[in-house]
């Protein structure tokens, strides 16, 4: 079993060297991390590859295990979940603040406000949105845009926040709507094309 001391590695870190090591045919890992935001990172990313995963806590970090029994072929990766459509064209929108605009913070909000409570009843919707920076907290606790972000999920669109914004600004405890994501995944995302940028 292939063992990785991912602690104190920034993210994407502790994903790609889990990814390098099932790239080889590894098929059990255990992997240590040191932040809630990992753990879902590798365990999210270990379940589309295809393995079990378990974690385990441990004083000061966690314990990643991932075992893939026998040849189970790998769940669909970010870069093949947005495919460009000729119906829809933007497939993902980036939104890089909780604001639009940067003269009058009280109107770049209002005005996030209303096009995300607009596009909650388009009939045309990004089939994700990604959340950078401070666009995190448009899905956090007391957000007057989490109506709309929650409408938008309940319709189909994946929410995606970014795991280090949220850690840096602390509020992913406050995550209400939406998971938290990586560079990796996001990257992925993003290169699939079809994509929209706010902020």
């Known amino acids: 079993m292939q063992e990785i001391d991912a602690r104190g590695k920034p993210c994407p870190q502790p994903v790609l060297m889990v990814k390098e090591v099932v790239d080889k045919g590894v098929t059990a890992f255990i992997v240590l991390v040191d932040s809630q935001a ?14 079990q995963v378990t974690v385990e806590t441990k004083e000061g970090y966690f314990q990643v295990r991932g075992q893939r029994e026998g040849a189970s072929e790998p ?3 970010p870069a093949t979940v947005f495919p460009p459509t000729e119906a829809s064209p933007v497939q993902t929108l980036l939104i890089l603040s909780d ?4 003269d009058d913070a009280v109107l770049g909000r ?6 995300l409570d607009t596009l909650a009843v388009q009939e045309k919707r990004p ?17 007057e845009t989490l109506e709309a972000l929650a ?9 995606l926040a970014c795991g280090t ?9 406050s995550l209400r709507v939406g998971r938290p994501t990586n560079a990796y995944e996001v990257t992925n995302i993003l290169l699939a094309g079809g994509v929209l940028t706010w902020g």
Do not use: W, Y
Not at 38 to 51: H, I, L
Not at 99 to 102: E, K, V
Not at 128 to 142: F, P, Q, T, W
Not at 165 to 173: A, E, K, V
């Open 75 to 77: 769940k669909e990766t």
């Open 151 to 159: 409408d938008l999920e309940a319709k189909g669109v994946q929410i």
């Open 165 to 173: 914004c949220l850690n840096h600004f602390g509020l992913l405890p």
């Open 38 to 51: 990992s753990v879902e990172n590798v365990k999210r990313f270990a379940e589309r590859s295809g393995f």
């Open 127 to 143: 089939r994700c949105i990604i959340l950078m920076n401070s666009g995190v907290k448009l899905a956090c606790e007391d957000a």
């Open 99 to 102: 604001t639009l605009g940067r």
């Open 110 to 115: 209002n005005l996030v406000k209303i096009l």
